[in-house]
């Protein structure tokens, strides 16, 4: 596509419950990064790609948290057993190659737990 | 760890009105990146600084980036509403970009 696409936009999920969130990076970019924003926050890193391998999970918050890409392409961040204070946005970024590069952001997910 | 310092974090004012954002580490970068980023929307790259003591201009905004590569400023020229939004500097880093805080912009027509 044009741009990196985000899916959902929003999602209100009950505290405890799962989700998934989409992230579709620029075709041919082959470095892709997971951020969080929170409420007057700066970004939060959470974990990054090149290719399929993920060589930084660092900013994974914990093991509730986890990401795949697939194919190159395709990535999505699961959260597991969601707690309230995992509200926030999350950003999916993509780039050409690895740093040094323009990182292209998506919209974001606005996930809202209740 | 919050390796970038933004200020201010809130900044209102008048249409027409000049205004710096300032963007500190203890850190050196490779090179650092300045974003905007409007309510619902992802950040949006304005610029990137490589070198230290260098100076990119875009419009009425200006970069600069520090001689010892830790700090850079964003100064804005006669401030337009459609300026409003997130401001933040991220330095490279590893294999990420280490984002600071952010500086909020408001113009008021």
């Known amino acids: 596509g044009a741009g990196v696409s985000q899916s959902p936009s929003n999602k209100v999920t009950e505290k405890g419950k799962d989700v998934e969130l989409r992230c579709d990076p620029i075709s041919g970019h082959t470095a892709l990064y997971w951020y969080r924003q929170s409420l007057g926050q700066g970004l939060e890193f959470l974990i990054y790609?090149?290719?399929?391998?993920?060589?930084?999970k660092s900013g994974l918050p914990s093991d509730r948290f986890s990401a795949e890409r697939t194919g190159g392409s395709v990535s999505t961040l699961t959260i597991q057993r969601t707690q309230q204070e995992d509200s926030a946005v999350y950003l999916c970024?993509?780039?050409?190659?690895?740093?040094?590069?323009?990182?292209?952001f998506g919209q974001g997910t606005r996930l809202t737990v209740v | 760890t919050q390796l970038l310092e933004q200020s201010p974090q809130f900044l209102s004012i008048q249409e027409g009105e000049n205004l710096t954002v300032y963007c500190n580490s203890s850190s050196v970068f490779s090179s650092l990146q300045w974003y905007r980023q409007e309510p619902g929307e992802g950040p949006v790259l304005l610029v990137t600084v490589v070198t230290g003591g260098e100076v990119k201009k875009l419009k009425r905004l200006t970069f600069q980036f520090g001689d010892a590569r830790k700090d850079s400023s964003l100064h804005i020229t006669a401030a337009q509403p459609g300026d409003t939004g997130l401001y933040l500097c991220a330095g490279e880093g590893g294999n990420q970009f280490y984002f600071g805080t952010g500086t909020s912009l408001t113009v008021i027509p």
């Open positions: 970024a993509s780039s050409l190659l690895a740093l040094n590069t323009e990182a292209f």
């Open positions: 790609f090149q290719g399929n391998s993920a060589p930084d």
